[in-house]
Nanobody, 122 residues
Framework: QVQLVESGGGLVQPGGSLRLSCVASGFSLEHYAVGWFRQAPGKEREFVAAISPIGARTYYADSVKGRFTVSRDNAKSTVYLQMNSLKPEDTAVYYC???????????????WGQGTQVTVSS
């Protein structure tokens, strides 16, 4: 059974940091690109970051560039999203997803996790 499970979300103060993890099972994650998307209440899901299958290429939304870093450890079937200098506007449910190629479009990804809540508030 193909599964992606996110963890690491929580409540953090503005300026703080969190590291999200996405663990894959039921397939070989090393063959797939992985994307991170987020959805805030009342808003559409938006692209955050993506990483190529072996991690050689990464891509970020302008809103998180310089603050977020995506990485992966294929030996652990895990992809990470390190989030620094968090802002209230980063508050959202964060989802990881896998696909055959890097993309900023959610329609290009196949499998999705259940999401993890990130809340940035003082």
């Amino acid at each position: 059974q193909v599964q992606l499970v996110e963890s690491g979300g929580g409540l953090v103060q503005p300026g703080g940091s969190l590291r999200l993890s996405c663990v894959a099972s039921g397939f070989s994650l090393e063959h797939y690109a992985v994307g991170w998307f987020r959805q805030a209440p009342g808003k559409e899901r938006e692209f955050v970051a993506a990483i190529s299958p072996i991690g050689a290429r990464t891509y970020y939304a302008d809103s998180v560039k310089g603050r977020f870093t995506v990485s992966r450890d294929n030996a652990k079937s895990t992809v990470y999203l390190q989030m620094n200098s968090l802002k209230p506007e980063d508050t959202a449910v964060y989802y990881c997803t896998s696909g055959s190629s890097m993309s900023t479009w959610d329609r290009d990804f196949d499998y999705w996790g259940q999401g993890t809540q990130v809340t940035v508030s003082s």
